[in-house]
């Protein structure tokens, strides 16, 4: 079997994702790495951050990619593309991937699983990133979601650190950022399916048997939060955009007040908007959005 993963990756968290999912594929594994024309930094400044945000969530990367070497993965049996989620939406180096012509050239006719190394949101970008797929003429088969197991609030501030300050581990009551190590180190698992469901020609059934195996931590009341800010995310950079396009000074203002915002949101209203959803659990129908939301 041999493989063609695309990644993007700024702190090696989804590089690391991936290498531990192919490390017992029998076959070969071939890595290219998809490198933005517009360089971003790591670790952000919150300007830095949240400059890019009305552009992540219309869907506007600013830049294309480098180009990519195809011609030792010609005869790949299998695509993976690995990357995260920005705002609630595939980061920007992803976008610029998918909507490059070569990139989709490639993909036309291809068998694809996509990874995606998160804090805990993945769902709007697993909808994005399937239409770009089906606009490249290819087959989503598989969808791996590695996330950060911790509660919501809590990882919002790890990630922050991790983010903003470089810092990683565990520091004070604040447990280490990112996907654990246990995650990392069980993710051969779905590797061996990939595999398998290759090896028996059944590929047809790669996702079913993905999830069984726990492809994806559903978190009903986390996704509930946010389809709602997704949809408030989109008002905000229409907002944002208004004032200029990516990197114009004049919308600084407007990138401030969305910037206290979220902050608002995230860590006064957010728990109530939870203890909420549970009160109100029977009626959000949560097994058939799970059905629709886990499935391709």
Not at 20 to 44: A, L, R
Not at 151 to 157: D, G, V
Not at 197 to 213: C, N, R
Not at 254 to 274: E, G, H, K
Request: hydrophobic share 45%.
């Amino acid at each position: 079997m041999k493989i063609a993963v695309f990644y993007y990756t700024q702190s090696g968290q989804a590089l690391d994702a991936v290498k531990h999912i192919c490390s017992e594929v029998t076959g070969s594994v071939i890595y290219k790495q998809i490198v933005p024309q517009q360089t971003y930094p790591f670790p952000w400044s919150k300007d830095e951050f949240f400059g890019v945000f009305p552009e992540t969530r219309l869907g506007m990367p600013p830049s294309g990619i480098e180009p990519l070497d195809f011609s030792d993965i010609e005869d790949a049996d299998l695509v993976m593309v690995v990357g995260q989620s920005w705002f609630l939406s595939p980061s920007l180096p992803l976008q610029s991937f998918f909507e490059d012509l070569d990139v989709k050239a490639y993909l036309t006719g291809r068998d694809v699983v996509f990874v995606n190394a998160c804090r805990n949101m993945w769902l709007m970008t697993s909808r994005k990133v399937k239409v770009y797929l089906e606009t490249a003429n290819a087959n989503l088969l598989g969808h791996i979601v590695l996330q950060d197991r911790v509660p919501n609030l809590i990882s919002a501030a790890t990630v922050v650190r991790w983010l903003m300050y470089g810092k990683k581990e565990a520091a004070w009551l604040l447990p280490s950022a990112g996907i654990s190590q246990e995650d990392l180190s069980s993710a051969s698992r779905f590797g061996k399916i990939m595999a398998s469901s290759w090896e028996k020609g059944d590929l047809a059934h790669l996702q079913t048997d993905l999830l069984s195996a726990g492809a994806i931590q559903y978190k009903p009341s986390v996704l509930f939060l946010e389809k709602v800010g997704h949809r408030m995310f989109g008002i905000w950079a229409k907002f944002i955009r208004r004032k200029g396009g990516f990197g114009d000074e004049r919308r600084r203002f407007r990138i401030n007040l969305f910037f206290y915002y979220l902050l608002t949101v995230l860590f006064l209203v957010s728990p109530f908007a939870q203890i909420v959803f549970y009160l109100t659990y029977p009626l959000h129908r949560v097994h058939h959005h799970k059905q629709i939301d886990c499935n391709l």
